[in-house]
Antibody, heavy 118, light 111 residues
């Protein structure tokens, strides 16, 4: 049973870079597309981007200039960096596997709240 | 890119049937699969329907999905409503570059 777990700082200052890691257990990261999705407080879900295990990526056009997703297959982890954050980036950040390569996100991590504040 | 529009909220009584719609703003709804996720407060989303109308193992057959090309929309139907079905429901699809797109979510109240 594949499980995902997000980790990283819960508080980031405005203008700094948000960094999160997703650790995959119970299966190998060396297959599938791996995604980051966020949810602002009381709001809906927003797809951030994906990385394929080989390293190819794509991002939400609205965030593309600030987002970098990378993968470390030796650690079975993939990571998110979001630069120049503002209060609007405060959200619960989820990592999720694309189970079919056609955007079926399953499973999801439990999510981690990142607050942007000075 | 396209948008997926859902009703903000729906409500129905236990035992009844409710349908939640998800309308695609441009391009054909049939072009890319639609998934439906359930999210309870404080929890991660879980899949109720994938690839338009497929139910993962463990999801009751009270949940069904469909697409309608004439209205360019997808629907999630829940029959025999239970109070435990009360949650937020999100439709989701993707564009030709495999970039994800979520609907705004629908709050289902079972009263």
């Amino acid at each position: 049973q594949v499980q995902l777990q997000e980790s990283g700082p819960g508080l980031v200052k405005p203008s700094e870079t948000l960094s999160l890691t997703c650790t995959v257990s119970g299966g190998s990261i060396s297959s599938y597309y791996w995604n980051w999705i966020r949810q602002s407080p009381g709001m809906g879900l927003e797809w951030i981007g994906y990385i394929y295990y080989s390293g190819s990526t794509d991002y939400n056009p609205s965030l593309k200039s600030r987002v970098t997703i990378s993968v470390d297959t030796s650690k079975n982890q993939f990571s998110l960096k979001l630069s120049s954050v503002t209060a609007a980036d405060t959200a619960v950040y989820y990592c999720a596997r694309d189970r079919t390569g056609r955007n079926w996100f399953d499973p999801w991590g439990q999510g981690t709240l990142v607050t942007v504040s000075s | 890119n396209f948008m997926l529009t859902q009703p903000h909220s729906v409500s129905e009584s236990p035992g009844k049937t409710v349908t939640i719609s998800c309308t695609r703003s441009s391009g054909s709804i049939a072009s890319n699969y639609v998934q439906w996720y359930q999210q309870r407060p404080g929890s991660s989303p879980t899949t109720m329907i994938y690839e338009d109308n497929q139910r993962p193992s463990g999801v009751p057959d009270r949940f069904s999905g469909s697409i309608d090309s004439s209205s360019n929309s997808a629907s999630l139907t829940i029959s025999g409503l239970k109070t435990e079905d009360e949650a937020d429901y999100y439709c989701q699809s993707y564009d030709s570059s495999n970039r994800g797109v979520f609907g705004g979510g629908t709050k289902l109240t079972v009263l």
